[in-house]
């Protein structure tokens, strides 16, 4: 009788079906068929937070939603009151911490509506597309990536709950006018206020927010050993739980922007910021001395290279995740354009700047002054050149016998012209307020062969000193940082720094 049972089914009939099996998930939620469905008693229309746990349930179970669940939902379920409860709030916080099945339990939603009834502001950011070439996604799906990169980050942050809303909501200020960043500071704080969270909380959503590119653009644009660097993000940041939620926030928004936008070195200079910014916001002096003490290995470069009177130079291998790395130490007498020929030197064998530091170094006695240069650079194909071979290139272009500028001329002309969008044309600009011992210039160009040896050439014409160059490559645009000064070592008269900077601006057009 089992076996008849089997065939005929539990209602006598062969081949009929019995009812699906239905395991309850959350109030009002269940699995049936492989999907999170609600309940056979579930009554949406006195329930105004159940949209939010389906959502949550089935994010955490892996489940898709119901269609016709969500459909359901949209005709019938209640708005949620404001402030919202505080069920609401941690379903959304859960729906955000399950990790990659949130992407599509949120378009589930999104498509019927009930995100952007539940957020309004969402409506903006939604479907909007991106300005920059550098992000995979539109907004609105960039946002939702954010936070499941950051749902892998939250047992690195005491907040996670902050984390993940600030995640959500770091681009929301997209297609308002002015800057985003600013623009989404007053919406994060409204939608914070509304969805639960306390004023505290709310202002330091808002706060993660405004500064949600503060660290990433520090740490690859300004002069990390330069005081003023990191007491601005210290002041900005103002306290280590908001410092340690800005870290992750940063590493989850660049992972999930595209892979031009975060490297192990990006990582690296990030994390060096948060460092520094720490430990002045734990009470200790400010890192980072204008001059520090030469290295052992700087005073001997700098001690062969005036005695022989050429360049001397050391390379030290440095792995990256995304390219061959070195670190470069090169020391060179004294002279008119030593950056531009080492820049150029260095495009020609086709190493990626990463950063650079310039400075000069008395050695005791009559030996003389000697510059000496730090670089981080990256081999953009196979492997490292020869040491030997960078030093001989660059005692020719420093004599006269090899023209870099020529020979960048010649390899950017073989490179084959395509057809496209014609980019808008350099841009350089004073930053004011960042730094006490020099003047910081920014250049926002399309990224191209030498363009380094271009800005070093064009601020030796212009009689001025580098102190430090920062490159940031986002894509095919260029976004490089230079601290200059007078030859007396100071920051230059703000008349005299604009003039500067017209007159780069026009050299790179």
């Known amino acids: 009788r ?3 049972r089997g065939l005929l089914g539990p209602r ?10 239905r395991a309850p998930l959350a109030e009002g939620v269940v699995e049936a068929d492989g999907e999170a469905v609600l309940a056979l008693a579930a009554r949406p229309e006195r329930d105004p937070v159940l949209p939010l746990r389906l959502g949550a349930a ?83 799906r960039h946002l939702v990536e954010t936070a499941v990169r950051a749902s892998a980050m939250t047992r690195r942050v005491g907040r996670p709950d902050l984390l993940l809303m600030a995640a959500l909501l770091h681009d929301i200020g997209k297609g308002l006018p002015g800057d985003h960043s600013a623009a989404g500071e007053a919406v ?30 520090t740490a690859t644009r300004r002069d990390l050993d330069d005081p003023a660097t990191v007491r601005t993000v210290a002041d900005a940041v103002r306290t280590p739980g908001t410092l340690e939620l800005l870290h992750a926030l940063t590493e989850a928004d660049a992972l999930a922007t595209g892979p031009a936008a975060w490297s192990a070195w990006r990582a690296s200079l990030v994390a060096d910021l948060v460092r520094r910014v720490a430990a002045v916001l734990g009470g200790a002096p400010d890192p980072g001395r204008p001059d520090p003490a030469p290295t052992a ?24 995740e995304d390219a061959v790395g070195a670190e470069l130490a090169v020391a060179v007498p004294d002279q008119p354009g030593v ?68 020979k960048l001329a010649e390899r950017e002309a073989a490179y084959p012209r395509r057809r496209g969008v014609v980019p808008p044309p350099p841009r350089v600009t004073v930053v004011p307020g960042v730094s006490s011992l020099a003047t910081v210039l920014e250049v926002r160009a399309p990224d191209a062969v030498g363009l380094l ?12 000193r580098v102190r430090s160059a920062h490159v940031s490559t986002l894509g095919a645009n260029a976004v490089d940082s230079l ?12 008349a005299e720094a604009a003039a500067v900077a017209e007159g780069l601006a026009r050299a790179l057009a």
């Open 297 to 320: 290995e700087e005073e001997r470069l700098a001690v062969e290279a005036l005695r022989t009177g050429e360049p001397v130079l050391a390379l030290h291998p440095r792995p990256e």
């Open 12 to 21: 006598g009939r062969a081949g009929a079906a019995g009812p699906a099996e």
């Open 188 to 217: 994060a704080r409204r939608v914070a206020l509304r969805t639960g969270f306390g004023a505290a909380d709310a202002d330091t959503l808002a706060s993660l927010v405004r500064h949600h590119l503060l660290l990433v653009d």
């Open 58 to 140: 089935a994010a955490q179970a892996g489940l898709p939603v119901s269609r016709h669940a969500v459909r359901r939902l949209a005709a019938q379920a209640r708005p949620l009151p404001e402030p919202w409860p505080a069920e609401a709030r941690e379903q959304l916080v859960t729906l955000l911490g399950a990790g990659e099945p949130t992407v599509a339990v949120w378009e589930a939603l999104e498509a019927e509506g009930l995100i952007s009834r539940m957020l309004p502001e969402w409506e903006r950011v939604r479907c909007r597309p991106q300005r920059n070439p550098v992000h995979t996604w539109t907004v609105d």
């Open 483 to 494: 601290y200059v000064t007078s030859d007396e070592g100071k920051p230059l008269a703000p």
């Open 453 to 464: 040896h271009r800005i070093g050439r064009a601020l030796e014409d212009a009689g001025v």
């Open 2 to 4: 089992p076996r008849l």
């Open 339 to 406: 950056l531009p020929a080492v820049a150029g030197v260095l495009a020609l064998h086709r190493l990626t700047v990463r950063a650079a530091d310039l400075r000069s170094l008395e050695l005791p006695g009559r030996l003389g002054e000697a510059l000496v240069l730090r670089w981080r650079v990256a081999a953009g194909y196979g492997s490292l050149p020869e040491g030997a071979r960078l030093r001989a290139d660059l005692v020719r272009a420093l004599e006269g016998g090899l023209d870099v500028s020529a």
